[in-house]
């Protein structure tokens, strides 16, 4: 049974009966100490002799120091020794002192600095404050045991000692985790062990004989390999680092990240039954840093993630590595070793149940909605976890929300086109520096998944095909992306700025923004969906204290001539608004088709019903590549459940008369077309007419193109002829292109197609026209 004892303050023994004298009656014992200097291996000598057990049984016992470097000495120590000998690991574990009240920031770097001690101050502590000095007690074996467990797991005969050193050592850090907690569980990252793997070593063994190598030669270099891209945690930068996050967080938000308790009580739950590889929304460098301090304050592993090799630099790559950064190449694909090493790292860290962490969308969001998933390292671990045979490996979704983020002015400059000014390396200065507040951090964990969800148990252990696997990663991906929208919350922030973006340059009063605000939260919380922030919108107060909010950062004008004070957009900021807008729209595009499609089939003569969810599909396949959108099997359900919902008797109303989808729209407050598609079909028009405008001729340069997109949007919007500043958009532009592309207008000769692309979202525009006038004139009612 694995133990650990701290030592007391007047005898510098146990402060409990547990001792590091195993429950053996026969045979010898090896005490296996992991020591950094003799400083260490002499309190651990001492400690053993003082706490030998009573009576007439004597064992033989020996020291044996693990080795730090050379095992030469560890290795002829155990071939000396019998089989029957129990060995018997042993640690000291440095403690810093208890810590309450103050900045727990800066404490936490405090505590962190001082948990390892160095060789003076380590004799100093152990001398005058033995409190924080604990004894380590690992799980023991026979050496009997130990050479059985190392046939099981195919690991060389020659290689005993590395074996047992190893074993040690990973028995050690479970017993310290007993004194630390469980957010120490940190990877010990040795060659041998992750080298020990057969076919491992038949893949070494087969690119020496092909490159005309010795294997010597290709193992070195894996090690190389190895060395640049394996994460070393340790205690100390876990504290370092997590008191710097913090101060990072705490500078632009409120102190306390809102987090849902029962949702990080079933993370916990299943970080403790299984590996976990979390998958994170990334709208701010904030995002990795919150979900690490929510852990880490709920005594959990910290994640395991992934950065570029460009950031390995002296100094800060040294540290980046020991807070859980995995350095990988940006391209490797050329290179057999290096991909061979990276995969046996991965499922070394599945084996030993390590959790992973990576941005689900690989780069941060520059529009508010989430983008589409990478593939690159799903595909890696989803292979991974086909090899190992670890099919409960759960993803689960992170969702970050804000109120307000620091990044969004300069997300609105690479929107327009303009040119930011790198972040460089000393971009964490900026969120360590204190700055206007941006509210509060709203962490969600959505529902986690295996593979097993997506593929038959029977299959996945007759193994699947290759084609399978290269289904089964979009689908894994789509599933988390689902999920992860399925669990963001909806702040006031993004309910605010939705209703101000929808009513263009018109500013509106504290009045109107109230109401529109309750009619949305109605349906909001119909669906049962989370709201948070000043979500009170029947709190005028509630209201105003948002608005206040955007107004200090520049986004919402105050207009106060008149009678009353009214509200608007500023100038310049309807991207950085149409940000926040877009992190809840994904719960409403839905809806927006329906809005639109009862206009469309009202229109037209023949079925209605068929009419109406016919144009909702054409309208999924317009958006397909901004949106996250049900299955097509499931879709037209959705869009059912959706008009019946806000509809009744949707069809009947839109066949009494010619301006019976008029009247179905004018029955429902609030209409959410007008204000949730707004700027997506504006941006497509613009590439649609940008593409007309070209005739006959091929679309080949897409940088000039989309330039010239940035171009005509400026000068349409001068014009009136776009609804407001939030669809100039580079991001929306690509889209857009990439719709185009797809549907093969961008060749030679698709003039007339080009030109009916152009007329399609000239169409939609117009019925989001129809929309909004309705719209107001419920408002002015």
Known sequence: MAEATRSSNNNKVSRDSSSPWPEIETGAIAFLLDARDNVEVGLLRDWVESRRPNGDV????????????????????VLGLDDSVWMQPLRIAWLPTSHTGGNRSLQDFFYGRIAEPGKIRRWLIARFRPERLAYVVGDGARLHELRERQAEANVAEDDLSGFVANQALI???????????????????????????????????????????????????????????????????LNMMNALYRAACRSHHDAKINVDKSQLERVAETMGARPVVFLISHKSMLDTMALSLVLFDADLPSPLTFGGINLNKPGLGSLARRSGIIFLRRSFQDNEIYKATFRRYIDYLIEKRFSLLWALEGTRSRTGKLLPPRFGLF????????????????FIPVSVAYDQITEVED?????????????????????????????????????????????????LEAGIDDQRKRTLVPTL????????????PITATAIVTLILLASGNRAQSLAEIQALARGGATLIRRRHLEIVGRSNFRDENAVRATLDALHETGIVSYLDEGTERLYAISVDQHLNAAYYRNTAIHYFILDAFVEVSLLDAASISGDLTEAFFVRTSELRELFKF??????????????KRRVDERFADWDDTVRRSDAGGHAALAAVQPLVAHGVLRSFVDAYRIVASVLAAAGADSIDDDGSFLSQCLKTGKQQLLQGRVFSAESISKSLYETGFKLAD??????????????????????????LDEILSIALAKAND
């Not at 595909?379 to 759960?394: G, K």
């Not at 901004?626 to 869009?639: G, L, M, N």
């Not at 692309?757 to 939609?764: A, L, P, S």
């Open 742 to 767: 797809y549907r093969g207008l961008l060749a030679a000769d698709r003039a007339e197609a080009r030109h009916d692309f152009h007329q399609e979202f000239c169409r939609i525009s117009s019925r």
């Open 411 to 459: 997300y609105s400059i690479e929107q327009r086109g303009q040119t930011k000014k790198p972040e460089g390396i000393t971009w964490p200065l900026r969120f360590l520096k204190s700055g206007r507040s941006r509210g509060q951090i709203h962490l969600r964990f959505g529902e986690g998944m295996t593979i097993k969800e997506l593929v038959e148990p029977a299959e």
């Open 171 to 237: 028995a050690l850090e479970r017993s310290e985790r007993l004194i630390r907690g469980a957010r120490y569980k940190v990877p010990r990252i040795l060659q041998s062990d992750v080298f020990a793997n057969a076919d491992f070593q038949n893949l070494i063994e087969n690119a020496a004989q092909q490159g005309d190598r010795s294997a010597q030669d290709v193992t070195g270099q894996a090690a190389r390999y190895l060395r640049e891209m394996a994460a070393t945690q340790t205690p100390f930068t």
């Open 58 to 77: 004597h064992l033989r016992h020996s020291f044996i120091r693990l080795p730090k470097g050379r095992a030469d000495d560890f290795l002829a120590a």
């Open 379 to 394: 595909s890696y671990v989803v292979e991974s976890i086909l090899r190992t045979r670890l099919h409960d490996v759960t």
């Open 626 to 639: 901004e949106f996250y959108f049900p299955r097509r099997a499931d879709y037209q359900a959705e869009i």
């Open 477 to 488: 991906a789509f599933e988390v992306a689902v999920r992860m929208n399925a669990a963001t």
